[in-house]
């Protein structure tokens, strides 16, 4: 830079901008513009902060189809035990006859679909109906866990830390919807955990991915905008046993009176 | 102080002392953060493997495919459930293929005729549809449209047929009552059928004064039933539903 | 074939998938009968402390070393049952104050240290003195080690002992209370199972557990003077005879309060618990702990109780009395020991869908399995029979020889 480039810059208030100032005001301008452009990939990659979510699952009964998909896929997912007596998901199947008999079942959880097809000769009513941890607001079995290896997250999602569990089975006993079981393998509680390795990373649950009906609906309820609040709004909601005021967050939508 | 009470207090400090020290040691460090657990394990959880991509990273190679079968009936079907597992396949795809079921026994588990599955969910007879053909011989898994349009009702709505099949209204083909628009059996739910709203429809063969054979059974259409509509008693499908 | 395949062939109707294994087996039956006793074995000696009937006096050592000896034992079917024991400390330093299995620590180690432990060394303090002084060897040092170096003996120490003993029984009655009373509260805070949520969960199980730890007693007594060649204090075995009976009666009013107000409540469980009753429980429930565990008892009791007997109307000699007496207390353990079987295995035969039934395969080996239960069962009698030789709780043990 020479003394003629640095006469050309118009004076402020009848003063020449010296060379330091001109140097020092073009870099401030540089950081800012950088800080600008780069902040704003940074924003993108902000840490996860689970207090700004809340999350909940609808399903449509009148959606599923009993192929079991998401009974397998759940099982693929979270490397849960084969043998059908270790379930995280599970379907359900009801008969209701024409007498008002219901005779309910659930072969392997569903894991193979349903392979005996149910007979239409006096059928009433048959539906399947998929279950899982209900992630309860107001769970009793994180209330019942002596040492708090269980416990609720604050994105909402009930939690099992196995490395803390003493395997007491207290909280099996006190869930009333038949989520729980105990891990063969470690010999602690397990269950259903919403996929919560998958939707810290803004993916779905294993169930819900595959569920090809889309039966099941994932969200949060903290976002006003998403499958989940359409389904809130647009259908009639119940929960599994609410006379037990655990304040599920499994909403189901057309649930027949008969599905405990 | 007696002599008693010393002793048993220097028993009982020491005890006390000693299980403060134990707790001290043993209390996990992140125990209390963010409640009664160890938040440390939240992390440990978060980090577990992901064995399902999810739709979305398939789209990212597959775009051909993924814009096919986004427009088509599978279009709510994800990818991994046919084709399984995936996130291994994104990482390295050419050491972990992923297997496409081609056999006849796969389609069955969705579209195997069970009348616990909804009224209207497309369904077949496993036996008696195309038999010995694999599905994929007529039916691109990825725009699985049939080849040519369902000629009757019957073909998704299976249980209802089978059931208007053994009723007086045997001989009345469907569309006698349900006005069906063409594009239903393209886009079903995107298109319904309608029903009948009124009792004069009902009447045309069973009033009075109707035409039509005498073994038809006729009421006086407006007082029979009193304030309840036909259907509200009588299922249309099965006029005399018997067991 | 697996066991849980067997299990799952034997389901009828429709239990949820995670329910065909049982959770809770034979060892969670074993720790509140073992509880149970240690808490009806401590009512008992605190009725001569506290409530001075003295005619139970030759019990009253007797029963605080029972207590003791099924105290010890009692973490120990817990300990085997659960799926970490390396990780039971957890229960000491984390635990959630909102579940009530988190008070066992606590509670345990309370009455363990502060009640039971207390009371024992408060009463035997003097004689732990005077036998040291006489003996040789182990049971000298043994003794020496014991009075914790507390060897004063005048006459303000001796009441100092007394009184501190009445008063660590006074405090002891509610500790027995909690102890055994939380068992029935963590069965009758589950809301999700209708057979066990219950108000009168924790006032059952505790009155039953005096019944049994008073029927116990009644047994050890009987034996350990037989085994003496000393004679039989009948008084004493009849005054026993008389509380069991009180006990047993407010014990079964208490349980048919609760049958009779289910029935008529009949809420919708009704259908699947009568399918459980009738069915799977039915030797258990009906047989075992109604008809042999407490009628039967109630009406020899009451045959042989002080109202018939004083008025002529029943007279028995002496030996078919005690006879009686140990028949019916033998009846009564085996029906609280149904009673728990009962509540715990019973509550999870059926499905919280209320849809179904599932079946028990009791083990024979395996850490849950028969023999180790009865190795439980055994054992505190084991480790009384150490006790009753370090500290004799009989009459002439407190005889010493004039002092050197």
Request: charged letters at 20%.
């Amino acid at each position: 830079m020479n003394e003629s480039d640095v006469n050309t810059q118009a004076p402020l208030d009848g003063k020449e901008i010296s060379e330091e100032r001109r140097a020092f005001l073009r870099s401030c301008a540089l950081a800012a513009s950088t800080l600008l452009f780069v902040g704003q990939g940074e924003a993108a990659e902000a840490p996860y902060n689970p207090r700004e979510h809340n999350y909940a699952m609808g399903v449509d009964v009148d959606r599923c189809i009993g192929c079991g998909r998401c009974v397998e896929a759940c099982k693929a997912e979270n490397d849960v035990p084969r043998e059908p007596f270790y379930f995280r998901t599970w379907v359900e199947r009801y008969m209701v006859n024409v007498r008002g008999e219901t005779v309910v079942d659930s072969p392997q959880g569903g894991i193979a679909g349903f392979p005996t097809a149910a007979s239409e000769k006096g059928m009433l009513r048959t539906f399947f109906v998929p279950k899982l941890c209900n992630q309860c607001a107001n769970p009793p079995c994180v209330q019942v866990c002596p040492v708090g290896a269980t416990f609720s997250t604050e994105d909402g999602v009930v939690l099992v830390d196995s490395d803390y569990c003493i395997g007491c089975r207290y909280c099996i006993q006190a869930c009333p919807y038949g989520a729980r079981y105990l891990d063969p393998r470690t010999h602690t509680a397990d269950k259903c955990t919403f996929c919560y390795h998958r939707v810290v990373k803004s993916l779905l649950p294993a169930c819900v991915e595959v569920c090809p009906t889309g039966a099941r609906v994932f969200g949060d309820l903290r976002q006003r905008s998403s499958p989940l609040a359409r389904f809130t709004r647009l259908t009639k909601i119940q929960a599994l046993k609410p006379h037990l005021n655990t304040e599920p967050k499994v909403y189901y939508a057309n649930l027949d009176g008969e599905v405990r | 102080m007696p002599q008693q009470l010393t002793r048993l207090l220097i028993v009982f400090v020491a005890l006390i002392g000693g299980l403060v020290a134990a707790r001290h040691y043993l209390l996990p460090r992140t125990l209390g953060e963010k409640g009664h657990y160890r938040a440390a394990v939240l992390d440990a959880i978060a980090a577990r493997p992901v064995r399902y991509a999810g739709r979305e990273a398939c789209a990212v190679c597959h775009a051909d495919v993924a814009e096919i079968h986004g427009k088509a009936r599978h279009q709510t079907v994800s990818c991994e459930v046919c084709h399984g597992p995936a996130a291994a396949h994104t990482e390295a795809p050419t050491e972990h293929k992923l297997p496409a079921p081609r056999e006849r026994g796969y389609c069955p588990l969705c579209h195997g005729y069970d009348p616990s599955r909804p009224t209207g969910f497309p369904q077949i007879d496993p036996v008696a549809h195309n038999p010995l053909k694999p599905c994929i011989s007529c039916h691109n898994p990825h725009q699985p449209e049939p080849p040519h349009v369902p000629e009757e009702c019957r073909a998704c709505h299976g249980q209802i047929a089978r059931m208007k099949a053994v009723s007086p209204h045997v001989l009345l083909p469907c569309t006698r009552c349900h006005n069906t628009p063409v594009q239903h059996k393209i886009t079903p739910r995107a298109a319904l059928p309608d029903k009948p709203r009124t009792r004069e429809f009902c009447g045309g063969c069973h009033a009075q004064g109707a035409s039509g054979p005498k073994e038809v059974p006729r009421i006086h259409v407006h007082t029979h039933g009193g304030r309840y509509l036909c259907w509200q008693c009588h299922y249309p499908h099965q006029p005399e539903l018997q067991e | 074939m697996g066991p849980l395949e067997e299990v799952l062939r034997q389901v009828v109707g429709f239990v949820y998938p995670n329910e065909v294994e049982l959770h809770w087996g034979l060892l969670i039956v074993v720790y509140p009968y073992v509880t149970g006793l240690v808490a009806g074995a401590f009512i008992l000696a605190s009725l001569v402390r506290v409530f001075n009937v003295r005619e139970l006096h030759p019990t009253y050592r007797l029963s605080l070393l029972t207590a003791l000896a099924y105290l010890i034992v009692a973490p120990l079917p817990l300990l085997t049952h659960l799926g970490h024991p390396e990780r039971s400390f957890e229960i000491f330093i984390t635990p959630n104050l909102n579940s009530a299995m988190a008070m066992f620590g606590f509670v345990y180690a309370w009455y363990l240290m502060v009640v039971l432990l207390l009371e024992i060394w408060f009463d035997y303090r003097k004689d732990l003195v005077l036998w040291s002084q006489h003996e040789r060897r182990l049971r000298r040092w043994l003794h020496r080690a014991l009075t914790l170096g507390a060897t004063d003996l005048s006459p303000r120490a001796l009441h100092f002992d007394q009184s501190a003993g009445r008063f660590i029984t006074i405090i002891g009655i509610p500790s027995a209370f909690l102890l055994h009373g939380y068992v029935g509260f963590i069965f009758g805070s589950v809301k999700a199972n209708p057979w066990w949520s219950s108000v009168l969960m924790p006032i059952v199980f505790l009155f039953s557990a005096i019944v049994s730890g008073i029927a116990l007693l009644l047994v050890l007594y009987l034996l350990g003077t037989l085994l003496r060649s000393k004679p039989v204090d009948m008084i004493c075995m009849d005054k026993l005879a008389m509380f069991l009976f009180y006990a047993l009666v407010l014990d079964f009013s208490l349980e048919l309060l609760d049958f009779i107000h289910r029935l008529y409540e009949a809420e919708e469980s009704i259908h699947i618990l009568s399918e459980l009753v009738s069915g799977r429980l039915f030797l258990s429930l009906v047989v075992l702990q109604a008809l042999l565990g407490t009628l039967l008892p109630l009406l020899l009791l009451g045959l042989l109780s002080p109202a018939l007997r004083s008025r002529g109307l029943v007279t028995l000699p002496d030996e078919l009395r005690r006879l009686l007496y140990v028949g019916s207390a033998v009846l009564i353990q085996i029906g609280i020991f149904s009673t728990r079987w009962n509540v715990v295995i019973g509550g999870q035969l059926f499905s919280k869908s209320l849809r179904g039934l599932t079946v028990y395969k009791m083990q024979l080996l395996g850490p849950e399995g028969l023999f180790v239960a009865s190795l439980l069962l055994l054992l505190p009698l084991l480790l009384l029979l150490v006790l009753i030789a370090v500290l004799p709780p009989w009459p002439e043990a407190e005889e010493h020889p004039a002092a050197a």
